[in-house]
């Protein structure tokens, strides 16, 4: 059971982030150069859908956890109906399941400035929610808040980089297989700049989970949860090499040869590999008590 609840926990949260992502490429990359958007409309519809298969598969195994029974015998509405009326985790579902059914209205209407703004809006609150299926939700009462905001912001950040990444790399070559390399600078200009910011975050919100859940060098390098953050780290610091190469090699040259927006092309693709496997180390992490509480 624990392989499918980390393999549900990986989906759903892979999902939930690229689903943010599009919203975030869309709103702060795409849309002051293009205008096009039945792509994104379409891949959004794509990860609400996922995600919502992975969360019923995951709430599913988390039922059967609390329950004590196997996956068949806890696929019963009143034991679902219970864990979602007496237990906090049950109540975050409720909250992300209305979330994700007004994100699926919004995404009916084919054209409106409004949708992708609400649209995005809900994403966020699809993807922050997450918080409180974690670690952080089940923080003690004096540290709550800020693991739940340090998780919060990690997971936002998250949802703009590495995540954006596909969406960017999509956005990219259709630009570049259309000829409108003036579009693609654009982007790769805009891009840039917010994942240098988003980084940032990601970074500083990183430290004070870590701060939190490993508490020290001991139960980094000894706990199963500190040696898989360590390898997450290894992941991130790996992407943030292939960005940076496409930083300060390719991007410098783009205005003069299309060749360096090809070479950034494939270098996303790399971090946005790179991104997924950090994604499934996150999933199992979720499942594993942290370094700070063996």
């Not at 849309?31 to 992975?54: F, I, K, M, T, Y």
């Not at 996956?71 to 906090?88: G, K, Y």
């Not at 783009?254 to 496997?277: N, Q």
Request: charged share 15%.
């Amino acid at each position: 059971m624990s392989e499918l609840l980390i393999l549900s926990r990986a989906v759903h949260i892979g999902s939930c982030l690229v689903l943010l992502a599009i919203y975030a490429v869309r709103l702060l990359i795409e849309r002051p150069a293009l205008e096009s958007a039945g792509q994104a409309r379409g891949l959004a519809g794509l990860c609400l859908a996922g995600a919502a298969v992975s969360g019923f598969l995951w709430f599913w195994v988390a039922v059967a956890g609390m329950s004590g029974s196997g996956m068949l015998e806890s696929l019963s509405p009143q034991l679902f109906r219970m864990v979602i009326e007496q237990t906090p985790p049950g109540h975050v579902w409720a909250f992300r399941v209305g979330a994700g059914a007004l994100l699926a209205v919004v995404l009916c209407f084919p054209r409106g400035a409004w949708r992708w703004r609400l649209g995005g809006a809900l994403a966020a609150v699809i993807v922050g929610s997450l918080a409180w299926l974690g670690h952080a939700g089940a923080g003690e009462d004096g540290r709550l808040s800020w693991m739940l905001a340090g998780d919060i912001l990690h997971l936002l950040a998250a949802g703009v980089w590495p995540a954006g990444l596909a969406p960017f790399a999509l956005l990219l070559r259709r630009r570049i297989k259309a000829g409108e390399l003036v579009a693609a600078r654009i982007a790769v200009r805009r891009f840039s700049a917010m994942s240098l910011a988003t980084v940032a975050v990601l970074a500083a919100s990183g430290v004070v989970n870590a701060w939190f859940l490993v508490g020290s060098f001991h139960a980094l390098v000894e706990s199963d949860y500190g040696r898989l953050l360590v390898a997450k780290l290894a992941l991130f610091f790996i992407a943030l090499a292939f960005g940076g190469w496409n930083l300060l090699v390719h991007k410098p040259r783009i205005e003069t040869t299309t060749g360096a927006l090809h070479s950034i092309e494939r270098k996303v693709w790399l971090e946005a590999a790179l991104g997924a496997l950090i994604v499934v180390v996150v999933a199992i992490m979720g499942t594993l008590p942290p370094g700070a509480h063996p």
